[in-house]
């Protein structure tokens, strides 16, 4: 295991109310202790409702708050509904996942997440950009060439990287506890990067997260990859014991 720094990133999807802010209190604390031992990032990414009282209520920052999704329209508009990076990015969101495989499933394309992806970094929105191959795509051999294309499709040349972690979400693997084999999970991540070098201007390292169905066991496993740069949580971290465990036993 390397020293370099690792994200731990919690997508709480469609869950929370403003009592849940005891979760982000709980796993706040324990972010302390633990970033006096290693170098690690903590984000949350949870409900629109919830990030601007969350963002008044934690006091003491050890962690960053986020969202999950936005309207590709950047200011305001005739949107019934929708809520834009401007709007969140004054509501104290500092992160947004986009791209996510579940939205995909509801009809978002590489274009449209282009236009979020270029609208969030306008708004200076850390981007966590979600790619990843469903079942029939990775029994066809088709995981390096959807991967590229979603990429490619996604960013344009000119679009700054540097503010994007690349999170790889293998659809088969979200909420099904089947995760990837380790060797293949390593020149998965291995192909992103260079992909990423490759075709864009990179200041630094480029940063590429796991996800699917990350938990507090198998999550020892991730910790012989050293190329994995961390992890994006689902349902685990809607617990803070479970996401705090996930944390303690890759560092045990």
């Known amino acids: ?10 997508n709480w999807k469609m869950f929370g109310d403003f009592s849940s802010f005891k979760i982000v209190h709980k796993i706040n604390q324990f972010s302390h202790k633990l970033k006096n031992k290693h170098k690690i990032k903590i984000i949350l990414c949870v409900p629109n409702t919830l990030i601007y009282f969350f963002r008044k209520k934690l006091k003491t920052k050890y962690i960053s708050l986020g969202v999950q999704n ?9 949107f019934t509904g929708a809520i834009s990076s401007l709007m969140l990015k004054k509501a104290g969101a500092e992160y947004i996942i986009l791209g996510h ?8 394309s ?3 997440i282009k236009k979020k992806i270029l609208s969030s970094l306008k708004q200076k929105l850390n981007i966590i950009f ?3 191959e469903t079942f029939n795509e990775k029994k066809a051999g088709k995981t390096f060439s959807i991967l590229k294309k979603q990429i490619r499709n996604s960013l344009a040349k000119n679009f700054n990287v540097n503010k994007i972690l690349f999170a790889y979400e293998p659809v088969w693997s979200i ?7 380790i060797e293949e999970l390593e020149k998965i991540i291995k192909f992103i990067k260079n992909e990423i070098k490759k075709n864009y201007k ?3 390292d480029v940063k590429v997260l796991y996800g699917g169905s990350v938990n507090s066991n198998n999550i020892r496993l991730f910790s012989f990859i050293p190329q994995i740069d961390g992890f994006l949580i689902g349902g685990a971290s809607q617990s803070s014991k479970k996401f705090i465990d996930i944390m303690k036993n890759y560092y045990k």
């Open 1 to 10: 295991m390397t020293n370099k720094l690792k994200y731990f990133i919690g």
């Open 70 to 78: 936005c309207h590709s329209q950047q200011d305001y508009g005739p």
């Open 101 to 108: 495989s579940e939205n995909r499933a509801e009809g978002e």
């Open 110 to 112: 590489n274009q449209l």
């Open 130 to 132: 979600c790619i990843g």
């Open 175 to 181: 909420g099904t506890n089947k995760i990837p084999k």
């Open 202 to 204: 990179v200041k630094k």
